[in-house]
């Protein structure tokens, strides 16, 4: 029996190699939806932004089942490792989620994180017993360092967040996945289908999108679209491609012609 394709994470499972945020939606119902569509098992969750305690106002419980769906807080619009920290320890102090996802940015103009201030966290947070997946630059020496720190995923940013600009150093991506055994999930930059197929050819284990389906003209539909872009980048990975060639190859030989 063929051995199923999963995705691993601190000893999770998951079928579905597409992380989807949950900001940046009309509405909450609108989110849910494109989720459903997407066929993601695991959602990001802006503790600092979106509501999951306050039982007075509409909470994202009500529309995303926890039960089934996993949640993945994060720390999003933290600047400082303090930031950064009291936001999850919140989280686990709320749901018990242990799982998470760290992001200390140093500017808010392109939103570039923090390294410095991002390793720090890593190196408390795992030993607090947390699971790390950490957003981090493209850079190999540093997604070295949060390996060595006890990171469960590595997230190199594909261009700035939000900007949909697509996967702009291939050549970082490549060099982080063969260094790595940690899954490899590209973070942020996506803007279209091809640019996740993209991602997941060059080996990445899966890819995180929010602002790409979020805000396109038809959210579902995109979200339908990421779905199975990931699936096809991933198997064209696992297939092996051909070793590319600057000289013409016929399709059939000479042999036997008349």
Request: aromatic share 6%; proline share 4%; with cysteine.
């Amino acid at each position: 029996m063929k051995k199923k394709d999963q995705l691993l994470i601190a000893k999770k499972k998951f079928s579905s190699r597409l992380i989807v945020g949950t900001g940046k939606y009309k509405n909450m119902l609108e989110c849910a939806k494109a989720i459903k569509f997407s066929g993601a098992e695991m959602v990001t969750v802006a503790v600092r932004r979106v509501n999951i305690s306050n039982q007075s106002k509409p909470l994202l419980m009500d529309y995303i089942d926890p039960k089934k769906i996993t949640y993945l807080p994060n720390t999003a619009g933290c600047f400082t490792s303090e930031e950064a920290l009291r936001t999850l320890r919140l989280a686990r102090e709320i749901g018990g989620w242990k799982l998470v996802k760290l992001e200390v940015l140093g500017e808010k103009k392109n939103l570039f994180p923090d390294m410095i201030e991002t390793l720090k966290s890593t190196e408390i947070l795992t030993k607090e017993g947390f699971s790390v997946m950490v957003y981090c630059t493209d850079d190999p020496l540093m997604s070295k360092r949060l390996e060595n720190a006890g990171a469960s995923a590595i997230m190199p940013l594909a261009a700035p967040i939000g900007s949909g600009l697509g996967i702009q150093n291939k050549v970082n991506l490549k060099i982080i996945r063969r260094q790595t055994k940690l899954p490899l999930i590209v973070d942020a930059g996506i803007g279209q289908a091809s640019d996740a197929v993209e991602a997941m050819e060059l080996g990445c284990d899966g890819v995180l999108i929010n602002t790409a389906i979020a805000r396109a003209k038809k959210p579902y539909e995109m979200a339908e679209a990421m779905k199975h872009a990931v699936i096809s980048g991933r198997k064209s990975y696992l297939s092996g491609r051909i070793k590319p060639n600057f000289f013409g190859s016929p399709s059939t030989t000479n042999k036997g012609l008349v």
